[in-house]
């Protein structure tokens, strides 16, 4: 009984999910005929692959859709939705994810690291302390005066940051200068 009532339908969304399929495979196959001639990264490749799977897959859903009659108003209205809820979802997160972003880029290219003494040349809140943690969305920094602060790692990417580490300290030798005397060490 579905059968007879949607064979029409059943046809169609055949036909397009095989149309679509071979032509996924003939664009692979191109791309990566054309990137072995020209030598490219097989990662790169593979990234293209990906954009070719998911457009494949999306004009799959588009005719689909389309085939089992969904208008084209109504589609729409339901894009504009998804794309609105969407929208305001990034703009709400975006902080959390540019201090997660910072935090992955300073592990892998940043000098400081915990237990240094840093310097943040902020001018409306200049803060230096040692580094007591680094976390996914911010540092957290001891101060001399004793406070704890946590400073989030987008703020960290966008100021001026002296590192003050103990090793980097050289008195010069009583040889090269006499005027120069002992500290007292406290």
């Known amino acids: 009984m579905f059968f007879e ?29 054309f990137a072995k ?7 790169r490749t593979r990234l293209i692959d990906k954009h070719i799977d998911f457009a494949a897959i999306f004009f799959i859903i ?3 859709i389309f085939v089992w009659g969904v208008e ?9 939705s998804v794309f609105a809820v969407i929208g305001i979802g990034f703009f709400a997160q975006w902080s959390i994810l540019s201090n997660v972003t910072s935090g992955v880029i300073m592990f892998f290219t940043f000098p400081y690291k915990i237990g240094d003494f840093i310097k943040i040349h902020d001018k409306d809140y200049p ?16 101060t001399n005066e004793g406070e ?10 966008q100021k001026g940051v002296t590192i003050i580490k103990v090793d980097d300290f050289h ?7 006499e005027n120069v005397k002992e500290l007292p060490l406290d």
């Open 148 to 157: 704890v602060i946590t400073y989030p790692n987008s703020l960290l990417m």
């Open 5 to 33: 009532k949607y064979l029409p339908q059943l046809i169609q969304s055949l036909v397009i999910i095989v149309i679509l399929l071979l032509i996924r495979w003939l664009l692979i196959r191109a791309v990566n005929k």
């Open 171 to 177: 008195l010069p030798s009583p040889e090269v200068d």
């Open 127 to 142: 803060y230096e302390g040692i580094i007591e943690d680094i976390k996914a969305f911010h540092l957290i920094i001891h």
């Open 37 to 43: 001639k020209i030598e490219r990264l097989e990662h």
């Open 62 to 64: 588009l005719g689909l």
């Open 72 to 80: 084209v108003r109504d589609l729409g209205l339901v894009m504009s």
